[in-house]
């Protein structure tokens, strides 16, 4: 899987792509890059979320990322998603969902899109280091899929879109072992549950390889395409792309232009989020 630079470095050539819909919000095909963000506020407040959205949607932030550490957090999405409703808000709604399948569930019947890591999804971390033989790492794989798959089932019923988004920061100890922290187990993880997602037929999904060092996630990033080109055309899913826990200030933006920049110049990203430890609002400019 090694990553191919385009021909012509003077003309760019974005990377083709089908199209993920995020309620009425396309991503990929011929559709911009869409900017997003994220509301800073606790998911439970729900006066404050709805206030956050609008102002995110205010400033041009096309799709608006919400917390969702809870079945609590999560059902409470269905207010925060009326009360932007009947304030004509229209930006489409995403759940983050780290270690609770349940919120993740919940969190489907109220936001145009859920976005889940591989690394917890379905593992909590427990740091042992342990050889998996070919037969354990299946059996791993079959309770990824019976984890997965409901989820999976309900966003095709609901035509609710996916974000599969790895992060180097929290890979199971299932790919460390076999793969180590790196960016092939970055993309081994997200493949693993977009097999599962294809399997049952569900193509309303993003990737994403987030990592806080630029190096890492433009490599990972690289790999990935590289790794979907590999397997046919019909790999060709949307990048949602981004350095996490850039910073703020100035170093936050240049250690964003260097991750996003130079993957955008490679011609891969279909959606961005830029992120800064500041008011959500400054992340939309840059």
């Known amino acids: 899987m090694d990553f191919k630079h385009p021909k012509n470095f003077y003309i760019y050539e974005r990377r083709v792509t089908r199209e993920v819909k995020v309620g009425s919000v396309g991503i990929g095909a011929s559709n911009p890059i869409r900017i997003q963000s994220m509301i800073t506020t606790d998911t439970l407040d729900t006066k404050a979320s709805i206030e956050e959205v609008i102002q995110l949607a205010d400033a041009g932030c096309?799709?608006?990322?919400?917390?969702?550490?809870?079945?609590?957090?999560?059902?409470?999405?269905?207010?925060?998603?009326?009360?932007?409703?009947?304030?004509?808000?229209?930006v489409p709604l995403v759940a983050d969902i780290h270690f609770k399948p349940d919120a993740a569930i919940e969190a489907a019947k109220w936001v145009e899109k859920v976005r889940v890591n591989p690394g917890n999804y379905a593992d909590k971390k427990k740091f042992k280091t342990r050889e998996y033989t070919d037969s354990e790492y299946a059996e791993e794989l079959d309770r990824i899929r019976e984890q997965f798959s409901p989820l999976v089932k309900l966003c095709k019923d609901r035509s609710v879109a996916i974000r599969i988004g790895t992060n180097h920061?929290?890979?199971?100890?299932?790919?460390?072992?076999?793969?180590?922290?790196?960016?092939?187990?970055?993309?081994?993880?997200?493949?693993?549950?977009?097999?599962?997602?294809?399997?049952?037929?569900?193509?309303?999904?993003?990737?994403?390889?987030?990592?806080?060092?630029?190096?890492?996630?433009?490599?990972?990033?690289?790999?990935?395409?590289?790794?979907?080109?590999?397997?046919?055309?019909?790999?060709?899913?949307?990048?949602?792309?981004?350095?996490?826990?850039?910073?703020?200030?100035?170093?936050?933006?240049?250690?964003?232009?260097?991750?996003?920049?130079?993957?955008?110049?490679?011609?891969?990203?279909?959606?961005?989020?830029?992120?800064?430890?500041?008011?959500?609002?400054?992340?939309?400019?840059?």
């Not at 207010?79 to 409703?85: F, N, Q, S, V």
């Not at 990972?220 to 590289?226: M, T």
């Open 62 to 90: 096309e799709i608006v990322r919400i917390t969702a550490q809870t079945r609590r957090h999560a059902a409470n999405l269905q207010h925060i998603a009326e009360g932007i409703r009947s304030a004509g808000c229209t």
């Open 169 to 286: 920061g929290s890979l199971s100890d299932r790919i460390m072992n076999r793969y180590g922290d790196t960016p092939k187990g970055m993309v081994e993880s997200a493949l693993e549950f977009a097999r599962i997602a294809r399997d049952l037929d569900y193509h309303n999904f993003v990737f994403s390889m987030k990592a806080s060092n630029p190096k890492v996630m433009i490599g990972a990033y690289r790999l990935l395409v590289s790794a979907l080109k590999e397997k046919g055309p019909d790999w060709n899913y949307p990048m949602h792309v981004g350095v996490t826990e850039a910073g703020d200030g100035e170093d936050g933006r240049i250690k964003s232009a260097i991750g996003i920049g130079s993957l955008l110049n490679d011609g891969i990203g279909d959606t961005v989020r830029v992120s800064l430890t500041e008011d959500a609002v400054c992340e939309v400019p840059v």
